[in-house]
């Protein structure tokens, strides 16, 4: 069975210092692996995803994520948090190849605060 | 390249009152269509999916339901909503093989609907 754990509900990152969204998951399957983010009132925009290529993931706005097998993660970073990074990152697994019906597993979202 | 509308933006019901979303999306033929609700301070819930016109799986039982009368077209309804119901409605589309990846799903912007 696919799951996400995002391990941080509320992370706080002074402005101009790295941010680190830490993301665990469950997967039968080789996964499919997405970062998206939300702003206030705003629908979901991808960031970036992983599908069994390179294990370093470059995103949009300078995120980047790193896949590893090893320790089921797919953690989130950027070297230097900007105030317009405030908002709710979620991470999310792909149960593409079980169902066949593309459905996606959501971690509970962890909300980026970002002090000036 | 492809674009998701979703209206109304902001909706304010009464209960027992009906309700109609809908979500539309240009640039592309035979989408995925899916419909997931935000409740505040919580994560995205899958509601429906479809994988073609007349084609409506529900993942959880509720008090609403969805169409697809177009191929571009996903309908939200209700007869009579709760107040349970308030909450985000995202609607998302993924493409099918040939055409964008078919594990990676695109938002639109979302509804906000408070019954009272």
């Known amino acids: 069975a696919q799951s996400v754990t995002q391990l941080d509900s509320h992370v706080s990152v002074s402005e101009g210092t790295p941010v680190l969204l830490r993301c665990n998951y469950s997967s039968s399957y080789s996964p499919s692996l997405f970062w998206y983010v939300q702003h206030p009132n705003k629908g979901l925009q991808l960031l970036l995803k992983y599908t069994s290529a390179a294990t370093l993931v470059k995103g949009i706005n300078g995120f980047e994520a790193e896949f590893k097998k090893s320790e089921t993660s797919f953690h989130l970073t950027k070297p230097s948090a900007h105030m317009s990074d405030a908002a709710e990152y979620f991470c999310v697994v792909s149960d593409h190849e079980q169902t066949g019906a593309n459905n996606l597993f959501f971690g509970t979202g962890t909300r980026l605060t970002v002090i000036p | 390249s492809q674009t998701i509308h979703q209206w109304p933006a902001t909706l304010v019901q009464p209960v027992g009152s009906p309700l109609s979303l809908e979500c539309t999306v240009e640039?592309?033929?035979?989408?995925?269509l899916y419909w997931y609700r935000q409740a505040a301070g919580r994560g995205l819930q899958l509601l429906f999916y479809s994988v073609g016109i007349g084609q409506i799986s529900s993942e959880v039982p509720q008090n609403l339901s969805a169409s697809r009368p177009q191929d571009r077209q996903f309908i939200l309804s209700s007869k009579k909503l709760l107040l349970s119901d308030s909450g985000f409605y995202l609607c998302a589309w993924s493409g099918l093989a040939g055409g964008p990846p078919i594990d990676t799903q695109y938002f639109g912007p979302g509804t906000r609907l408070t019954v009272l």
């Open positions: 640039g592309t033929s035979n989408p995925n």
